[in-house]
């Protein structure tokens, strides 16, 4: 099952841009940036208040990419919501098992490596369901 939110994903045009201005207007703190090859991304992860929400800022490495192609179509804004799990193949075969389609066939490499899967947006109401299992699992 899924244990916790793990974040809530933005695509952004410019990430120091984005990141500049979460900090400004809302007091976020950005603990990590990374540029993630495999899923064309510039990303920063912030913390929100105690820290145990977090909110992720993407943006597009290449034209090709996910998060060009949401941009292009929805322009900025909410692109996914990630839930933890402790067991992302588990996790995966559980959505697949009730019908819907995930992305990978074997999940891939996230943030901080961690190994991640995707919910197919139009088979979850128009939202896009990242399952996370990160690498050192808490609780
Ligand atoms: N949320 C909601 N709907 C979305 C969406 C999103 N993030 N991305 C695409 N869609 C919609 C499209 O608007 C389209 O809707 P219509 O059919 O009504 O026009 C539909 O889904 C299918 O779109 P598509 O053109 O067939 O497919 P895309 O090329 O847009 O790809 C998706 C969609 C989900 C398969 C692709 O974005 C993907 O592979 N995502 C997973 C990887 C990813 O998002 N990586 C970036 C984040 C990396 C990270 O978190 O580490």
Redesign the pocket.
């Known amino acids: 099952g899924l244990l916790r939110i793990d974040h809530v ?1 933005i ?1 952004v045009p410019d990430l120091d841009a984005a990141i500049e201005f979460y900090g400004r207007v809302f007091g976020m703190a950005c603990v990590h940036t990374e540029v ?1 090859d495999d ?3 510039r ?1 920063a992860m912030l913390t929100v208040g105690d820290g145990t929400s977090r909110l ?1 800022l ?1 943006a597009p490495l290449r034209d090709d ?3 060009a ?2 941009l292009a ?2 322009g900025p804004g909410l ?2 919501i ?1 839930y933890t799990v402790s067991d992302v193949e588990a996790a995966a075969d559980a959505v697949r098992a009730k019908g819907l389609r995930v ?1 990978y066939e074997q999940p891939r490499r ?2 901080a490596g961690s190994r ?1 899967n ?1 919910v ?3 088979d979850c109401g ?3 369901v ?1 399952l996370v299992e990160p690498l050192h699992p808490q609780g």
């Open positions: 994903g695509a993630n899923q064309g991304v990303e992720q993407l990419s996910a998060i192609k949401f179509k929805s692109q996914q990630a992305l996230g943030t991640i995707f197919h947006p139009k128009g939202v896009l990242e």
